[in-house]
């Protein structure tokens, strides 16, 4: 978590398989957590389920990220 101001936080979610809404919790000791009456949505990303050809030299000129 990382503050903002004196009344903001920012914090990154982690990694999951969860989609859908969640209940958004906070606490400063990883062991009492408070709701704070929000939720969030999350989504599937896209992901490669395949590449074609399955053979070959692949190449990359520009350094691009999939």
Request: glycine share 10%; with cysteine.
């Amino acid at each position: 978590m990382k503050r903002i101001s004196s009344n903001q936080e920012e914090c990154v979610a982690p990694k999951t398989d969860v989609t859908g809404a969640v209940k958004l919790e906070m606490g400063v000791n990883g062991q009492q957590w408070h709701d704070v009456g929000q939720s969030l949505e999350f989504y599937n990303g896209p992901k490669v389920t395949s590449v074609s050809p399955t053979y070959g030299v692949t190449k990359n000129p520009k350094g691009t990220n999939l």
